[in-house]
Structure formats: C-alpha cells, structure tokens
C-alpha cells in the first residue's frame, strides 16, 4: 500500500513556474513507476509525465520542453517542474503510482496505475 500527497500547487501568473512534489509514505518506494496526471475542468485525466524505477523520465508529446519529472527515492518523492506556465495549464495535477518489476518500465495510461494522491490545483491567471 502507498499514500501519495501531492503539494505546491497554487495561483501563479502566466509565464510564470511552479514545482509540484508528491510525497509518498509505505514500503519500497524505488518499486514503484510514478507519474503525473492532469485534469481541467469538463476534460480528460491526461498523462503529462512518467518516471521509472530507474529514473528515466517519459513525457506526453504536448508536454515536452515545460516540463520536468524526477524522483528522490531517498525522500519517496518526485517532482513536477512546470515552466513558462500557460493558462491552459489550469488543472488538478494528481501523482500516481505502479508496481514496476523492470527498471526502465514506465506506464502512458492512467489506467495502469495503481495508487493516486487526492491532487493539486494549479491555477494560470492571464
């Protein structure tokens, strides 16, 4: 069983950045795939990174070059930086979490995640 709380989100203006982390509590964090997921209002839960056990870090194609996922396996956490922020980047932003038995295995659908944070809302004025 894992917990997931996700924070920093907040109110920031367009252009702007926010650093989101998700801090997990349970056993063996470095078993786990994570990723971050996104929701807007009348939208989709959208992926918009993925990191592996081992680190490797995977983005949706509209998410490349904004974002940045790492993960501390000594602190259970991972974080999403979000620059040049956008508002259509207003939404939710939830972590999750999957039992991974390879290293370099990271999951696109939010289906395949077991675990999930209560979320984070970001807010993009213009």
């Known amino acids: 069983q894992v917990q997931l709380v996700e924070s920093g989100g907040g109110l920031v203006q367009a252009g702007g950045s926010l650093s989101l982390s998700c801090a997990a509590s349970?056993?063996?964090?470095?078993?786990?795939?994570m990723g971050w997921f996104r929701q807007a209002p009348g939208k989709e839960r959208e992926l918009v990174a993925a990191v592996s056990r081992s680190g490797s870090a995977n983005y949706a194609d509209s998410m490349k070059g904004r974002f940045t996922i790492s993960r501390d396996n000594a602190k259970n956490s991972i974080y999403l930086q979000i620059n040049s922020l956008d508002p259509e980047d207003t939404a939710v932003y939830y972590c999750a979490a999957k039992q991974a038995m390879y290293g370099d295995t990271w999951y696109r659908n939010s289906n395949s995640y077991d675990y999930w944070g209560q979320g984070t809302q970001v807010t993009v004025s213009s």
């Open positions: 349970g056993r063996s964090f470095s078993n786990y795939a």
